[in-house]
């Protein structure tokens, strides 16, 4: 018996920013109105082909985030749709002020893909591994959060967020990931991956290939019944899907590779609070801590992200 | 120029009534800036058009100190941007004249300000976007202002801002890009919320560390039009003016003092201060 619910079993790894860089072969084409700015990492955002191929709309910022997101709201004011590529440790919560005034209250029509978001950063620890920006954006109004799972969903993450106006918070692991598809990204919709009657799992960014596999295991070794739902879109949530799920299911797991406190996990049970009142709930994220130096399936596993602990609170959700 | 000086007093004393009615706001500021604005303004400095406040090919102004909007409101209003009867609604429930300016809440309001500093990297980012529309203007080695046919960018900065660290970033950025299509303009009158400035951060000289950062340097008096005009004639881009003004200027008692940075006026103070600016306008 294939143990598979996507029609393929072994997903090619691949890393998540080639989706950049391959969105930017596209928008480098077909959009004169994009630029790209980044503080010193052309190369780590996989940008840097872009500044080969269209010097003119690379705009280098160097070591001054705080000015590079102020000058991409200047550029966006004059019709540009700037692209600002960084890591995620350095711009929400470097650049909270500007984000809230330009792109918040000025709805500066910029779009910030964020690379190096999570614990799997790995062994840069720490200062590098962003676990709260999700916390930081979501009080600002009106920022649109994507964390998309795979190189491919990065891509469409983008495109999407280029084809819409207004500003856009990209969170993009940096590790290798499976290649899982298809996943259809809809800007704003979740993706139903697996049917599923006992627990809701609603899962979002880099984790998705754990919450797959623990979905599967649930399924074949210990006979429960879990839909799998994947939730690119954070900001705004698809409220309907988990209403919907969560009422057939009566139990919903939330799984994120960010700080509990003000995540998605916070933001789906604030949804089932003002509607239902009997679900079971539980979630698997970062509760209160801070990342440190390791590989990054050492550091899923350390800080209980990983298919196991998944696994775990699926089986304390039925049990 | 009595056309100008006349333009001038009625900006202060529209300036003050508004900021007494929306009974709160930053006076001090707002009246060593205006006579800036009133010359950038209505002395043939700005290219724009009222009536077509968006057209493409005018010259974009940015409050960088956001919490000078009154006068700012108040010049756009004069130069026919919107209805001046709208100065009475500054800071009220559902008007457009917030606090602070809000990018495109108003008719000539170009960027969202409030939070110091970041006006002046918005104007960098709107600088770059206008060297990419119009990239005749790279032929210019650190031209006059009249020399650049297409839009110019003038940004309002104040002396207080300059202590934020992100300030320096965008002038770093302003002579890495050659923005060679933007002014900035400081409105020096010395005085922040809590003190006089000069105390309360030693950043001078001023003018080497502009230009250090590739910024043409040039000094004006704030509050004399020969003065500014000789400055705008003669300052080559980027560039920056050092404009010397006087905190609460026109109101003789309130003058050059720091406290009034922010404190709301008593209809004493007001009735006071109005008697002295309206003799003035009388004068005339």
Known sequence: MTRSFLGIENFSYKNPR??????????????????????????????????????????????????????????????????????????????????RLQLGIGRANVKLISTHAGLNVGADGASHQMLEDIAILKAIPGINIIAPATASETKEAILAAVKLKGPFYIRIARADLPEIAPLDFQFGKAKLLKEGSEVSLFVTGALLSEALAATKEAFFDLKIDVELIHMPTIKPLDEVTILNSARKTGRVLTVEEAQASGGFGESILTVLARFEEKIKFSRIAVFDSFGTSGEPKELWHHFRLDKEAILEAIEELVD | MQELKRLAKRTRLLILESLFQAGSGHLAGSLSLSDILVTLYFGGILRYLPKNPWWERRD?????????APALYTVLALAGFFE???????????????????????PGVEATTGSLGQGIGVACGIAKALLLKYPEVANFKNPKLKEIKSPRVFCIISDGELQEGSVWEAFMFSKTHQLNNILFILDKNDIQNSGYTSAISKMEPLEKKFMAFGLDCRFANGHNFESLFHAFENIRLPGIIIAKTTA?????????????HAKPLT???FLKAKEELSKAIADD
């Open chain 2, 60 to 68: 974009r102004l940015i409050l960088s100190p956001g919490h000078t």
């Open chain 2, 267 to 269: 209809e004493e103070i």
């Open chain 1, 18 to 99: 080639e989706g950049i860089k391959e969105a930017l072969e596209i928008l480098g084409k077909r959009e004169p109105k994009v630029v790209v700015l980044s503080g010193d990492l052309a190369n780590s955002t996989k940008v840097d082909e872009f500044k080969k191929k269209y010097p003119e709309r690379y705009i280098e910022c160097g070591i001054a985030e705080q000015n590079m997101i102020a000058v991409a709201a200047g550029l966006a004011a004059e019709g540009f749709i700037p692209l600002v590529a960084d890591f995620a440790a350095f711009v929400p919560p470097r650049c909270l002020d500007q984000i």
């Open chain 2, 248 to 260: 609460c200027k026109g109101i003789g008692f309130l003058e050059n003092k720091y406290e009034w």
């Open chain 2, 84 to 106: 001046i009867s709208m100065l009475k609604s500054l800071r009220k429930l559902g008007s457009p004249l917030e606090g602070h300016p809000i990018a495109r809440s108003l």
